[in-house]
């Protein structure tokens, strides 16, 4: 092989090099040219929906309180059985704003959880028919990701992203409409040693979800810790623990889960697992959790949301393949409608909040399946993309496939923040490539001409 690479001339080795920067460059304007950005768009459906379905898309803002993208809308929709587009509720509360939790409420209204531009959490009940706001709570916490009514009058919150000075006032909550104050509250660092998550920040638990799953008791989501915990109102003690903090064969930074209990009244946790892409059912059954199902395992990109519905299929928010689906226990898409950018929330409002439909121990099923019957019509959201297509040809492969695995995640997970609306990734990936290749290039150069590089230095030094 040395005496191989020996006979090539570096002029051979350069023309070559120009060539594949060229193509890289050219194949990337290629398919920018090319390509259709995502849109509100119709996908799969062979089982029409019960009633509306309604989605919350956070939209891309450079931060909290920063510029929105109007190309990247922060939006609520609303989708007729067959999917198609029924009203469209964008926030005129810009720049900051974000929509993540939203819940149905029995008259056919809706609680949306709404980031402001001054770093404000604002809750309000939103008549989706005229758009108007019945009424609005302000909280001073900012980011929150979610608030659910309670007990008819008490607003229930996940505090996130609330630590300062060395102390974490990230928690759960419960603010009193009637009272106008918090009746109640929690905090993590009573319950965490500090060191949790690599220790304290200002982001330390990231908890993004909270429910009332029985009276007096709350399920929470602290995504960081990779773990979902059951909390006692009264006692304020943690009852049961799904997961632990970097267990990630058991959760990755999960969102959104949902409760769900067998016919015998085994507790049953249903949730998006983030980080893994996938969605994941435990059933806690002889002392402990034990995984019973998974679906669109490395198929799914960063889903945020999963509910069981009351016809055995579960809802899931496909996040950066900017799609939501509704999967049969077997894997296969029934419905699904493409909403950019970035959904959080899914919900069917016939069923109000957290619905609660069977488990798969009691629909017999078990195991783990593919998604099938993708609509694919739509930027990343049909068969796999040519870069899980090189995640799936690598993953056996030792380094190479952890390289390469790490790599597709995060170009899949933040490539679409970092360019127009009108950049395909894969001219991002090229235009990457070309930039590491040139840039390998020039040092090679400067190493191999350094003699002269720096003799000509002294020359102009006059030494």
């Not at 989708?79 to 929509?99: C, H, K, M, S």
């Not at 945020?304 to 900017?322: E, F, K, Q, W, Y």
């Given at each position: 092989?040395?005496?191989?690479?020996?006979?090539?001339?570096?002029?051979?080795?350069?023309?070559?090099?120009?060539?594949?920067?060229?193509?890289?460059?050219?194949?990337?304007?290629?398919?920018?040219?090319?390509?259709?950005?995502?849109?509100?768009?119709?996908?799969?459906?062979?089982?029409?929906?019960?009633?509306?379905?309604?989605?919350?898309?956070?939209?891309?803002?450079?931060?909290?309180?920063?510029?929105?993208?109007?190309?990247?809308?922060?939006?609520?929709?609303?989708?007729?059985?067959?999917?198609?587009?029924?009203?469209?509720?964008?926030?005129?509360?810009?720049?900051?704003t974000?929509?993540?939790?939203?819940?149905?409420?029995?008259?056919?209204?809706?609680?949306?959880?709404?980031?402001?531009?001054?770093?404000?959490?604002?809750?309000?009940?939103?008549?989706?028919?005229?758009?108007?706001?019945?009424?609005?709570?302000?909280?001073?916490?900012?980011?929150?990701?979610?608030v659910?009514?309670?007990?008819?009058?008490?607003?229930?919150v996940?505090?996130?992203?609330?630590?300062?000075?060395?102390?974490s006032?990230d928690?759960?909550f419960?603010?009193?409409?009637?009272?106008?104050?918090?009746?109640?509250?929690?905090?993590?660092?009573?319950?965490?040693?500090?060191?949790?998550?690599?220790?304290?920040?200002?982001?330390?638990?990231?908890?993004?979800?909270?429910?009332?799953?029985?009276?007096?008791?709350?399920?929470?989501?602290?995504?960081?810790?990779?773990?979902?915990?059951?909390?006692?109102?009264?006692t304020?003690?943690?009852t049961?623990?799904?997961?632990s903090?970097?267990d990630?064969?058991?959760?990755?930074?999960?969102?959104?889960?949902?409760?769900?209990?067998t016919?015998s009244?085994?507790?049953?946790v249903?949730?998006?697992?983030?980080?893994n892409?996938?969605?994941?059912e435990?059933?806690?059954?002889?002392?402990?959790?034990?995984?019973?199902?998974?679906?669109?395992?490395d198929?799914?990109?960063?889903?945020?949301?999963?509910?069981?519905?009351?016809?055995?299929?579960?809802?899931?928010?496909?996040?950066?393949?900017?799609?939501?689906?509704?999967?049969t226990?077997?894997?296969?898409?029934?419905?699904?409608?493409?909403?950019?950018?970035?959904?959080?929330?899914?919900?069917?409002?016939?069923?109000?909040?957290?619905?609660?439909?069977?488990?798969?121990?009691?629909?017999?099923?078990?195991?783990?399946?593919?998604?099938?019957?993708?609509?694919?019509?739509?930027?990343?959201?049909?068969?796999?993309?040519?870069?899980?297509?090189?995640?799936?040809?690598?993953?056996?492969?030792?380094?190479?496939?952890?390289?390469?695995?790490?790599t597709?995640?995060?170009?899949?997970?933040?490539?679409?923040?970092?360019?127009?609306?009108?950049?395909?990734?894969?001219?991002?990936?090229?235009?990457?490539?070309?930039?590491?290749?040139?840039?390998?290039?020039?040092?090679g150069?400067?190493?191999?001409?350094?003699?002269?590089?720096?003799?000509?230095?002294?020359?102009?030094l006059?030494?």
């Amino acid at each position: 092989m040395a005496s191989l690479l020996s006979t090539v001339s570096p002029r051979r080795v350069r023309i070559a090099l120009t060539v594949v920067v060229c193509l890289l460059a050219l194949s990337g304007v290629a398919a920018t040219a090319t390509y259709d950005p995502p849109e509100l768009q119709r996908g799969t459906v062979t089982d029409p929906a019960n009633g509306t379905t309604v989605v919350s898309a956070h939209g891309w803002h450079a931060s909290l309180t920063g510029p929105g993208d109007p190309d990247k809308p922060v939006r609520l929709v609303g989708l007729g059985p067959d999917a198609t587009l029924e009203w469209e509720y964008e926030t005129t509360d810009v720049p900051g704003t974000r929509f993540y939790d939203v819940d149905p409420l029995p008259n056919g209204d809706l609680l949306v959880t709404n980031t402001t531009s001054d770093g404000q959490t604002s809750v309000y009940r939103l008549d989706p028919d005229t758009g108007e706001r019945r009424w609005t709570e302000t909280l001073d916490i900012q980011d929150t990701h979610d608030v659910d009514l309670i007990n008819e009058d008490e607003l229930l919150v996940a505090n996130i992203k609330n630590s300062s000075n060395g102390t974490s006032y990230d928690g759960v909550f419960v603010y009193d409409r009637g009272e106008d104050r918090i009746t109640w509250h929690w905090y993590f660092r009573n319950h965490y040693p500090l060191s949790t998550d690599s220790g304290l920040d200002h982001d330390w638990t990231h908890v993004n979800d909270v429910d009332k799953i029985g009276n007096g008791t709350f399920m929470v989501s602290p995504r960081d810790f990779d773990q979902v915990i059951a909390i006692d109102r009264e006692t304020k003690n943690i009852t049961w623990r799904l997961g632990s903090d970097d267990d990630y064969t058991v959760m990755n930074e999960q969102h959104n889960p949902q409760y769900l209990e067998t016919e015998s009244g085994q507790k049953t946790v249903l949730v998006a697992d983030s980080e893994n892409d996938r969605v994941v059912e435990y059933t806690y059954e002889n002392g402990s959790w034990t995984k019973v199902w998974e679906v669109g395992d490395d198929q799914l990109q960063w889903p945020r949301d999963a509910d069981r519905l009351p016809n055995g299929n579960t809802l899931i928010v496909d996040s950066m393949n900017h799609r939501v689906v509704e999967v049969t226990p077997q894997g296969e898409i029934v419905w699904e409608y493409f909403v950019p950018w970035a959904p959080y929330d899914a919900e069917r409002m016939a069923y109000g909040d957290e619905p609660g439909g069977p488990t798969m121990r009691d629909q017999n099923v078990s195991g783990s399946y593919e998604l099938s019957g993708s609509a694919g019509h739509a930027p990343h959201s049909g068969e796999p993309t040519v870069f899980q297509q090189a995640e799936f040809v690598t993953e056996d492969v030792p380094v190479l496939g952890d390289v390469v695995g790490w790599t597709v995640d995060k170009l899949q997970h933040y490539g679409p923040w970092a360019v127009p609306h009108w950049v395909p990734l894969s001219a991002l990936f090229n235009g990457g490539l070309a930039l590491v290749i040139g840039l390998g290039w020039a040092v090679g150069e400067a190493v191999i001409r350094r003699e002269r590089i720096v003799s000509g230095f002294r020359g102009r030094l006059g030494s």
